[in-house]
């Protein structure tokens, strides 16, 4: 879709500030209608979201628009399992979150896949800047993931309505001051529906994943997004080439191994006092007292403290299982 609205003539760096707009508009209203309370982010993770918002909701989707902008869609959307990539490389190597043979062998397909696009596309040193600019934006979006598990335990819908309304109007602004032209009515209704279904809501459920399955793993699996990318801009006309065949097999190897995963040994949980939305499970069967919330879809957000605890049962480096080994 956002292609279809480069194809009117919006600059792309436009929008990408109205795709966050709508993602933040969107958001903001959903918010006030479900009338849900301001949240509270502690201030030792400020530093953390202001990264977050900068390199994820103004660098990286620039980069994107003007690589999308000069490289057809189905190689953009399958180029973007980079993202998936970059974050683990950067959650393994920087956060130690666990790797295991498996976890890494799928990343290596998904490496392979992204390079068969390239080569496909018979990019030159002279024509490959718009591949270099999505690449760019996924490592973008890397570290904006990694900074953005750091925040996870803040309520998602909140975080990502922040990261619209800063992210949109800097880069309308921005797009505007270098030239870019405002664009037709139904074009910025259309990115601001896109930026609402196709970011803000998107952004959320990526963000209780960060929170439930850690970093690495919730960038590989929503690296299944870029296959339905490159099915429709095919769908819409593009024509089908080996390359693009043979890199979605290989990306799907990637994902299908990470979905296979299973990780289960005995593991100590510290004593450990926080907020967050959760529901009754095995790491949450403390008592209430008469201030808590009442369930809602089986789960509610309180401060509540976890003893110290030593078990054995399969598990993914969620904000519970950070532990080493």
């Given at each position: 879709?956002?292609k279809l609205v480069l194809g009117q003539g919006v ?315």
């Open positions: 879709m956002a600059s792309p760096w436009l929008l990408a500030g109205l795709l966050y707009l709508g993602s933040g508009v969107g958001l903001i209203v959903y918010r006030r209608l479900r009338r849900l309370p301001p949240a509270r982010l502690p201030h030792e993770h400020r530093a953390a979201l202001a990264g977050a918002v900068a390199l994820g909701g103004v660098l990286g989707p620039s980069l994107l628009m003007a690589g999308l902008s000069a490289m057809p869609a189905s190689g953009a959307s399958l180029l973007l399992n980079l993202e998936g990539v970059f974050t683990a490389s950067v959650a393994w190597v920087v956060f130690r979150e666990n790797v295991d043979r498996r976890v890494a062998l799928g990343m290596l397909a998904i490496v392979a896949g992204s390079a068969v696009v390239g080569i496909s596309s018979h990019l030159e040193f002279g024509t490959a800047w718009p591949a270099l600019a999505v690449s760019g934006a996924c490592l973008a979006w890397a570290l904006d993931n990694n900074l953005t598990r750091i925040v996870s335990l803040t309520d998602a819908t909140w975080l990502a309505a922040v990261k619209g309304a800063v992210a949109g109007p800097v880069n309308v602004v921005l797009a505007l001051i270098v030239g870019a032209r405002l664009p037709s009515t139904d074009a910025a209704a259309t990115a601001l529906i896109v930026g609402f279904l196709g970011y803000g809501l998107s952004l959320t459920l990526f963000i209780v994943a960060l929170r439930e399955l850690g970093t690495a793993r919730a960038g590989a699996y929503f690296a299944v997004a870029p296959f339905a990318g490159a099915t429709l801009a095919l769908l819409l006309g593009e024509p089908p080439t080996v390359g693009i065949a043979a890199a979605g097999v290989l990306m799907g190897v990637g994902v299908w191994l990470h979905l296979t995963e299973r990780h289960e040994h005995e593991h100590t949980h510290l004593a450990r006092a926080h907020e967050h939305w959760h529901t009754h499970d095995a790491h949450h069967s403390h008592e209430h007292d008469a201030s808590a919330p009442p369930l809602h879809l089986g789960g509610h957000r309180h401060a509540h403290t976890h003893d110290e605890v030593t078990h054995a049962h399969p598990h993914y480096p969620d904000v519970h299982h950070r532990h080493g080994h």
